[in-house]
């Protein structure tokens, strides 16, 4: 039927197509009308019509007096093979939550079996923490023999670890934690097999992915990742701050009668905006850069989260410019200057804050 369709609107003399973005159902649609007319995918949010009216023919009329009044704002859709390394991306997201999870559930019944392993050894997983487990699964229970598979620095807390692994570990208890370590390999193979095929996917992008990578604390997978959510072609964004806008990094616009009311960030795409607080928090801990330097003053006064989700944006912004003029990132040029400047407010901040306390304290 949608091969048919094509023919339908063509002998029909149509050249734009619009529908809503619900769930995955547009897609199929999409796929096939793709390269015969030019699509617009709208979200529904922004074309209810007047409540009442609501039919599946009313609403189709209704996109389509949007559509001719020029009135629909379309949704970034990406090429072929971006869509693709999007898909693979996002199930490897997913794969990790869901590995995460049966790790937390293994840790829950290592504490149901009265076995503190989490007290001393700050990885269960970590090879010690492995080794562990797999005396476990062997039938293995007796306290010191457990703690022989200490490796490094673990090695001289063995008895420590004996005393966290003196619990009450049951036929059950095992086949529960044998379920689990399926459950996780089983996840591990999954994401080493997504890995392996996103870089296939993304390697006519190696340039863009090695530009990407020269911003502070963004790694390989994060570069894949950020191409994956916008793509290369930055033509599809009027500028930074709309890409920024469609992202959900930055505060949005909400005021009435003259009064503002909340201007909290927008939703945005949750993928990317999770990589971008990722890739704050490691271009955090990097030395003598800008983003760092940036991270801590606005963490200090506003706290971390704000502070990751600012950095992410300027990283947001600094990945515009990088895929748009095929540059590497460049520390900005005045960040001594802004440093010294930064430095000479929070020295000022602080003056003002002595003589109020030195006012309230006379009086």
């Not at 547009?26 to 995918?41: A, M």
């Not at 020029?70 to 898909?87: D, H, N, W, Y």
């Not at 370590?181 to 992915?209: A, G, K, T, W, Y």
């Not at 890739?279 to 704000?306: C, D, E, P, Q, V």
Request: with cysteine; hydrophobic share 40%.
């Amino acid at each position: 039927d949608l091969e048919q369709l094509i023919g339908w609107l063509q002998n029909h003399g149509v050249t734009h197509v619009a529908m809503e973005s619900t769930g995955v159902y547009w897609k199929p649609v999409y796929y096939v009308l793709e390269g015969y007319f030019e699509l617009l995918v709208v979200n529904a949010r922004h074309i209810k019509n007047v409540p009442g009216h609501k039919t599946d023919k009313k609403d189709s009329e209704w996109i389509v007096k949007l559509l001719l009044s020029g009135l629909l704002k379309s949704s970034f859709v990406p090429e072929a093979t971006i869509r693709f390394a999007r898909t693979l991306f996002r199930h490897r997201k997913k794969f990790i939550n869901q590995r995460s999870r049966a790790k937390n559930r293994l840790q829950n019944i290592l504490e149901d079996a009265n076995i503190k392993l989490s007290s001393v050894v700050s990885d269960v997983f970590s090879k010690t923490g492995l080794a562990i487990i797999e005396q476990l699964l062997a039938g293995v229970v007796d306290p010191w023999q457990l703690a022989n598979q200490a490796r490094g620095s673990l090695i001289r807390k063995k008895e420590e670890l004996a005393k966290s692994l003196h619990g009450r570990f049951s036929d059950q208890h095992r086949f529960m934690l044998r379920m689990l370590m399926d459950s996780i390999r089983n996840h591990n193979r999954s994401i080493e097999e997504l890995e392996v095929q996103l870089e296939q996917v993304v390697s006519p992008f190696v340039q863009e992915l090695e530009l990407l990578q020269t911003i502070p604390g963004v790694s390989k997978i994060a570069s894949i990742g950020i191409i994956s959510e916008i793509g290369v072609d930055m033509g599809q964004f009027v500028s930074a701050k709309h890409l920024a806008s469609w992202s959900g990094v930055c505060p949005g616009n909400n005021e009435s009668a003259g009064k503002k009311m909340s201007s909290r960030v927008t939703q945005g795409n949750k993928y990317l905006k999770t990589i971008l607080i990722e890739t704050s928090w490691a271009s955090s801990h990097t030395l003598n850069t800008y983003l760092s330097f940036r991270y801590y003053s606005i963490a200090k006064r506003r706290g971390k989260k704000k502070a990751a989700m600012a950095v992410g944006h300027d990283i947001l912004n600094a990945a515009y410019h990088i895929l748009k003029d095929k540059t590497p990132y460049r520390e900005p040029k005045l960040r001594q200057e802004i440093i010294d400047q930064r430095r000479k407010s929070e020295l000022e901040r602080l003056e003002r804050r002595i003589q109020k306390l030195k006012t309230l304290a006379s009086n």
